[in-house]
């Protein structure tokens, strides 16, 4: 727009819309980039919050999930096993999905 403006002044697309100066016509292109930028802006805040809450919702349901898992568990399996092993279970590989939900996911979908 801003082209056309330079190129076609008086003709442009804007001058047609009723703005005849070329002053007017170029803050019309400012306001509207700064328009889009905003609108840009948001959406991307929008779109990564979103992603955050599926992945944490994700991450939560799923130790949920875990947890009533291991309390159905017999006793004597959870004495053979170390109790570390399920802490880790829990915590490191269950942050890690929430993590690859919310960063790799996000990166694959732009």
């Known amino acids: 727009m801003a082209v056309d403006v330079v190129v076609k002044q008086q003709d442009s697309i804007i001058a047609q819309l ?35 809450n599926l992945a944490q919702n994700i991450q939560y349901n799923l130790r949920l999930n875990a947890y009533s898992y291991l309390q159905e568990l017999e006793l ?26 919310d960063v790799a996911l996000t990166t694959l979908s732009k």
């Open 76 to 101: 004597a399996y959870i004495e053979e096993h170390s109790t570390g092993a399920f802490m880790s279970i829990l915590s490191d590989d269950v942050n890690q999905l929430e993590r690859f939900v």
């Open 18 to 52: 009723g703005i005849k100066d070329i002053f007017g016509q170029f803050l019309i292109v400012a306001l509207l980039t700064v328009i889009t930028w905003m609108l840009e802006s948001f959406f991307e805040c929008r779109y990564r919050v979103l992603w955050r």
